[in-house]
């Protein structure tokens, strides 16, 4: 499926995290840079997701959801991630159920990540894999000062004619500041 890469703010919303183990944690790391709230729900949950957690419940009840922007399912059972994509789903909160395609309603993207410069690619669920390598592939080629270009591109928005400016910004990534 193709997939419309949303770039939106996230910084202090809310989500739910059903899962406490390594996946769950990885989903945690990759949301924590952007600002978002975690509410973990689980029966067992890994000492450093407790830590990174706003919250953390040993039950999951739909009512957890109540003021959630998103969730994520990263359980091993798969009922469960199900029952958590049709309590979003009612609730019209867009859910990701980790390796279970037909329940997402979001991916996680391959992400590339420079200051405020945010790349991420995705297969739209069906090659995650292949956007890692991707992810690789275009991280080795980019400027290792991406973000100072990114920061100078920003300063100089709107000092220059928008021509002027296109090739300045285009110099800046083949050569560096």
């Known amino acids: 499926m ?4 949303f770039m939106k703010q996230i910084a202090g919303e809310r989500c739910l995290l059903v899962g406490g183990g390594e996946v769950a944690l990885r989903k945690a790391r990759t949301l924590l840079p952007f600002g978002v709230k975690i509410v973990v729900c689980a029966h067992r949950i890994a000492e450093e997701l ?3 957690a706003e919250a953390c419940h040993a039950e999951y009840d739909a009512s957890l959801l109540e003021g959630a922007a998103f969730a994520v399912a990263a359980t091993d059972d798969r009922a469960l991630n ?3 994509a049709a309590d979003c789903r009612a609730r019209k909160i867009p859910v990701n159920c980790v390796d279970e395609k037909e329940n997402c309603d979001f991916y996680f993207p391959a992400l590339i990540r420079a200051g405020d410069v945010s790349i991420g690619i995705s297969t739209g669920g069906a090659a995650p894999m292949l956007a890692g390598a991707l992810r690789e592939y275009i991280e080795a080629r980019l ?3 991406l973000d100072a270009i990114a920061r100078r591109a920003a300063a100089l928005r709107g000092t ?3 021509e002027q400016y296109a090739a300045e910004v285009r110099r800046m990534l ?4």
């Open 174 to 177: 083949e050569e560096g500041i």
């Open 143 to 145: 400027p290792c000062d």
């Open 2 to 5: 193709t997939c419309f890469p």
């Open 160 to 162: 220059l004619p928008p």
């Open 82 to 84: 199900a029952r958590v």
């Open 50 to 52: 407790r830590g990174i």
